[in-house]
């Protein structure tokens, strides 16, 4: 089993910044790929930005330029650095562990809001 827990969210001002963070623990487990996800009210479940062990990055578009992701692999521990919030990055923040074998582990998930 792995626990996966965030921490980070807050109210900000637009134009703000944030820094997410997310730990993963447990036994036995190596983890592939390590991911944020947001939604916002009334709207389906996305992704935000991705990680892979080797360092490999993928973001969304609506993201690219503003969000950096970054990880610690000794650590287990992701992070989003989110710069020139908008409005619309609104939304409740789930982090997501892949491990090489097993299932998916998500979060409970850390709220952002954004505004003046």
């Known amino acids: 089993q792995v626990q996966v827990v965030e921490s980070g969210g807050g109210l900000v001002q637009p134009g703000g910044s944030l820094r997410l963070s997310c730990a993963a623990s447990g036994r036995g487990f190596s983890i592939n790929t390590m991911g944020w996800y947001r939604q916002a009210p009334g709207k389906q479940r996305e992704l935000v930005a991705t990680?892979?062990?080797?360092?490999?990055?993928n973001y969304a578009d609506s993201v690219k330029g503003r969000f950096t992701i970054s990880r610690d692999n000794a650590k287990n521990t992701v992070y989003l650095q989110m710069n020139s919030l908008k409005p619309e990055d609104t939304a409740v923040y789930y982090c997501?562990?892949?491990?090489?074998?097993?299932?998916?582990?998500w979060g409970q998930g850390t709220q952002v809001t954004v505004s003046s």
């Open positions: 997501n562990v892949d491990p090489y074998v097993g299932p998916l582990y």
């Open positions: 990680i892979t062990s080797g360092g490999r990055t």
